[in-house]
């Protein structure tokens, strides 16, 4: 994360994830791939749970991909008592062209929904952006630049998302 202050832009550390993925079924095999994912996020003023529901076809050299996903997120002091809860609704399409085994090239649209306190629905926001994806073996890089195409100032202009993974 980048952060604005009096000196300047400078890099903050946020927090650090471990995610698992298991396929039920093959997109390339069967009717549509589907897939569970889990995610458990620590950080020194957050903990965050999240689970997904991955769904993908690949027609040709065409990939496309929907994901649903439930997050709960506790926030408070450093490393005290997490005295903030909120959850968050979120879907992302995205299709790419598979150039290679190995590389893919495509765009992304990202749609959240913020609930604090687990009670009110808040804004809308909706994000979109080309992303890249190169695999080798069994390890695999994607990156997605995304730009906000709505108008919410409490919520970031840019994100910038970047998976590492291996298949094991």
Do not use: C, M
């Amino acid at each position: 994360k980048v952060a604005g202050g009096e000196d300047g832009a400078h890099a903050v550390y946020q927090d650090s994830a471990v995610e698992l993925i298991y396929n039920l079924t093959n997109p390339v095999t069967d009717f549509i791939g589907s897939a569970v994912y889990a995610e458990l996020k620590l950080g020194d003023q957050k903990l965050e749970l999240e689970g997904k529901l991955i769904l993908q076809k690949n027609f040709g050299p065409f990939v496309v991909a929907y994901n649903a996903a439930l997050e709960a997120e506790w926030e408070g002091e450093r490393f005290g008592y997490f005295n903030e809860r909120k959850g968050t609704f979120e879907q992302t399409l995205g299709v790419s062209y598979q150039f290679s085994p190995d590389f893919l090239i495509g765009g992304e649209f990202l749609h959240e929904i913020d609930f604090s306190d687990w009670a009110e629905a808040g804004d809308s926001v909706v994000y979109a952006g080309p992303n890249a994806s190169f695999r080798y073996d069994r390890f695999y890089l994607t990156t997605t630049a995304l730009v906000q195409a709505t108008g919410i100032s409490e919520e970031p202009d840019f994100q910038l998302r970047t998976i590492f993974g291996f298949h094991f």
